[in-house]
């Protein structure tokens, strides 16, 4: 792939100055259509030539609308991006629907520079390359239109760079003393890139290598390689297919709710000497995690009115509240429905050291979206992988990870309704929505069934609670949340 | 003032039974009624009883919709937040119209910190509350609700507290060893705390003293007060009245504009050697910056095509992509318009070792909202001192903070703007409004005279430059922002 885009012919001054008009004037009336468009576009410029990198985003500056234009550059991570899964610091940047995106580095540089610093041998580079692909693939079946540029210039040349602005310094002023140790490192590597450029070149992310010698062949194929490839998006409305992973055979008939005791828990139990001393407990191994930066996820799913909110509640009293967020989850808002689904889950993880509790999750795309159909069949479908993918990512981080299904049955949760409607301050929490889904309560189950089964791994199993007896039910979970907030600091050598 | 608060009855078991679901119901109705006002909500909780703060905070949690809540805990700063003025972090969490934001410790708390660990003599401690008190006034000229509660238990008490809390650790994991040191630091500051509640305690901008010693009182007190203040903002939908800072006398007719000399320069300057000496000295200076830290904001501002794109391309060429941000300022969007008029400015502001670029600026709200009258007359008036006040915090946290007029006159505008239309890709620049504003120059010179006279702080003055000779012009630039950026990194000990 490098060998090949250095074969083409150089583009001369008249044919760069006969070409330039019509792909500039090209360039601003796409950038303006693909405004009121549903394309996020992502333009991922890296490369070996630095410099080349750097003159390439600063044409499409200059050529596009800096106003619907979001420029990103990846550099070493910073201290709060280090608290996070790898990916985080790209979700958060994500352009949205209608706007360019440029970023600069990026994943396959992080990729690169791992492997340079001897931080990934053979097993930890292809994950890497792996995730990445995830990620590619992620982005482009929500719709992203995502173009790689990397700049190459072979290495003899960027030695005879770099030897002539050692000698005229003060004519050669775009060098910086880093650019030595990345001519080394991409010297070294250069099998790595290879490696990496061919693996993740994908239809739906492709890579075009670009010729850092010259100037004029560099930029111009730049500009026309975007040009084209948002024209044709933006004309035939059509975003690049992407096929869906296949999905795994389930277990025939997988009933784990069905086989949940609801009966009361047996007489006779302290509940309150209980409650009392899983929350002090929580509260110590709260002020470890605090101590050591651990963090912690958990998600709360389950039938409405199955106890969410009374159980965060226990939870939270036994928390400082800087140590923690709870963040319940509704209908996406507008900026959130211009972004990938799964947006605006990665903006909430949790800071080092602080637990996040979500009321309700990203499961919702493969419960209530998928049983009232506001996702479509591919879309869901693609979920599980994608929520594999992701969980993977936090887990991976070392976060905690726990998924609570409360679960209770239909005749429980009819006096729930009925008791709720008759205290003033909880009436606003019960719709008729609430009415109309319990008539879909078969169809939840078969969507929960298909979840556990499809999502339930390793590092994170989901944890089915039996609510009937809300008081049983939430010490249930205070001691979950401990057991594996313990275990994880125990791993970590820390004396709880 | 907290004597004041202590001095009222506890509220019995059945004085709180009886009034609690009314003013439950009446804060989830009030925070439903909110959503569609113009009034974002900021409550303030801080105090000298860290666990009354804490548990005040998760009742308002437990009460209100928390879908429509944002909450933030402001502790140490990060090390992100260190890079920039220290309200940053206040001015990037402040609520949009129709949200309630919970700010949980906050500038008050810093001030008194800063005392303590004796960071702040007197005049710092000034200085100080001053600031907070242009911040809170601000925001309250601008529409917010701003309610600040302080949390109050006496010394005599918070000690027995934490002298029960030693002998029975287990009944009282709510206390942590940090509130030993928490109360040794409020018990030798009280005067210093007594004295911030009684300068910072304004009518758009009040403090209520919550008795610490008694949940029930303190709990009511806290909703009974929001309940009342936000119910009356909601029933007259009339914003605090917040007296206009005094206006000072201008200097008759300034004329500053009038006396720029447009003439092109003398001929036998060789521009070529000029910008390229200036661009290298930039490059290197903006290394030295990133080594050390060093941010810089860089205002543009001036007649439509006097240069300001090209002025930019010009600075940014000696600069590598990781190191600036170019940000060219249209009108404000929706999330924009539901803030602060400065809100969008903060967000924007550069990490330490970067620098900022705005084509435009805060300025329009003197400039073009002032004369186009898209801003009254109160609130153009009111920008200048809150203006300064945002460039004060600027240079007090050491940016470097450059302001330049690109002055041209009428008929050199002209000739551009038609140059401009026969061009096909700067075609999209020029629309009617172009034109338009050419008709009010007059309007907008009397605005721009008016702006440098109220605005020319000696930390960052206004550089006006002539623009008529554009490479002329785009070497003053340079070599400004040179000069500005070396003393600067002078007076840190760079050697440059």
């Given at each position: 792939m490098l060998e090949r885009a250095l074969a083409a012919p150089h583009v001369s001054r008249e044919a760069y100055a006969a070409r330039e008009p019509a792909v500039r004037v090209g360039l601003i009336n796409a950038q303006f259509d693909l405004r009121t468009s549903d394309a996020p576009v992502l333009l991922l410029l890296a490369g070996d030539d630095r410099i080349g990198v750097t003159e390439a985003v600063q044409l499409l500056h200059e050529w596009l609308d800096a106003r619907h234009l979001d420029t990103h550059i990846f550099d070493q991570p910073t201290p709060e991006e280090r608290?996070?899964?790898?990916?985080w610091r790209y979700w958060n940047a994500l352009p949205a629907r209608g706007r360019i995106g440029i970023f600069v580095g990026g994943w396959p540089i992080d990729v690169i520079g791992a492997r340079a610093a001897e931080r990934l041998e053979t097993p930890g580079f292809e994950r890497a390359l792996q995730q990445a692909r995830e990620f590619e693939r992620t982005l482009a079946a929500e719709g992203t239109l995502l173009l790689k540029f990397w700049v190459h210039t072979e290495a003899a040349e960027r030695a005879r760079r770099l030897e002539r602005a050692r000698r005229e310094p003060g004519r050669n002023w775009?060098?910086?003393?880093e650019d030595w140790s990345l001519h080394e490192i991409f010297s070294r590597l250069e099998d790595d890139v290879r490696h990496l450029l061919s693996v993740t070149d994908e239809p739906w992310a492709p890579w075009h290598v670009l010729d850092g010698r010259d100037d004029r062949t560099r930029d111009l194929a730049l500009v026309e390689t975007i040009l084209t490839v948002l024209r044709e998006r933006l004309d035939t409305g059509r975003p690049m297919q992407v096929p869906a992973p296949p999905l795994s055979l389930l277990p025939p008939r997988p009933q784990r709710l069905a086989s949940v005791d609801l009966k009361p828990a047996r007489q006779g139990v302290d509940y309150g000497a209980r409650l009392d001393a899983a929350q002090a407990r929580l509260a110590e191994l709260s002020r470890r995690a605090r101590e050591v930066g651990q963090a912690t996820v958990l998600v709360f799913e389950g039938?409405?009115?199955?106890g969410k909110g009374g159980s965060i509640r226990r939870i939270t009293?036994?928390?400082?509240?800087?140590d923690y967020r709870v963040v319940p989850i509704a209908a996406p808002d507008e900026s959130e429905r211009a972004h990938h689904w799964l947006w605006r889950y990665w903006r909430q993880l949790p800071r080092a050291g602080t637990m996040l509790i979500l009321?309700?999750?990203?499961?919702g795309r493969v419960l209530v979206e998928r049983v009232e159909g506001y996702a479509d069949t591919a879309a869901w479908h693609r979920a599980y992988a994608e929520i594999r993918a992701f969980e993977m990512q936090l887990v991976e981080r070392g976060h905690v990870l726990l998924k609570f299904w409360l679960h209770i049955d239909p005749a429980e949760q009819l006096a729930r309704f009925q008791a709720r409607e008759s205290t003033p301050y909880k009436?606003?929490?019960?719709?008729?929505d609430d009415y109309r889904n319990r008539a879909r309560w078969d169809d939840y189950v078969t969507a929960a069934e298909e979840m556990f089964a499809r999502t339930d791994i390793p590092q994170a199993p989901w944890h089915i609670v039996a609510m009937n007896d809300k008081k049983a039910g939430r010490i249930n979970i205070l001691e979950s949340i401990c057991a594996a907030l313990a275990a994880r600091l125990y791993d970590q050598g820390v004396k709880t």
């Open positions: 608290e996070h899964p790898d990916y775009r060098v910086e003393p039938w409405d009115a199955a009293k036994a928390l400082s509240v800087r009321d309700r999750s990203w499961y009436k606003y929490k019960i719709t008729d």
